[in-house]
């Protein structure tokens, strides 16, 4: 669950979250470093889309971002379309947290696949062109990534190999929702989920 730890009761609500066995990931939250230091204490060790909607880098005023490079407890997610992340900043990112804290997502809503035009999001309008989704004030609106894009372009932005980009989408993700005694790995006695990708 994302959570903006630094709302009244956030830090509660992280340790409400830890001892039900959820995974607390903050997000969409204007925390300093010091709150978010506070959350990791509490339980936090998560972090939601890395540098979408969360306060950024300053070399006085760390915030979320620095807190996510630094803090070996972080997993981070990351959007790896090249629109929510230059590719510069997701190659720093690899070699800051190593494929051993990243989990490649794509954050997509239900416009994905589908043709350009307008959507629906919670309510709200949503343009959707060839390669985003948009808010009517230009403001990105989760995106249309496809997963297999995703590890193209993070090969792409940081030259890595394909055991790292299995970790960073599939052992990654089951270690981090305490589920890789079932998922994440081609092992006997697992659940046989297998996805074809091709080099094209």
């Known amino acids: ?6 709302e009244e009761n956030g830090l509660d ?17 204007n925390a300093t470093y010091e709150e978010v230091d506070s959350a990791i204490e509490a339980g936090e060790s998560h972090v939601t889309h890395l540098f979408n909607g969360m306060t950024g880098l300053h070399h006085r005023e760390p915030g979320v971002v620095c807190a996510a490079l630094v803090q070996e407890e972080l997993k981070v997610e990351i959007i790896v379309d090249g629109i929510h992340v230059r590719p510069e900043i997701v190659n720093h990112t690899y070699k800051s947290k190593t494929s ?10 239900r416009a994905k696949c589908l043709k350009a035009g307008m959507y629906d999001l919670g309510g709200q309008k949503v343009r959707v062109s060839s390669d985003r989704a948009t808010l009517q ?4 609106a989760g995106s249309i990534l496809k997963m297999g894009r995703a590890l193209q372009n993070f090969q792409t932005f940081t030259g890595c190999g394909l055991e790292d980009l299995i970790k960073m989408t599939s052992i990654n993700p089951a270690l981090s929702l305490n589920i890789f005694d079932r998922k994440g790995s081609v092992k006997e006695g697992k659940d046989a989920d297998f996805v074809l990708l091709t080099t094209t």
């Open 137 to 140: 004030d230009g403001t990105l």
């Open 13 to 29: 609500f992280i340790r409400h979250l830890k001892q039900s066995g959820i995974v607390a990931s903050i997000g969409h939250s």
């Open 1 to 6: 669950m994302t959570v903006a730890t630094e």
């Open 100 to 109: 051993d804290a990243i989990i490649l997502i794509t954050d997509s809503m």
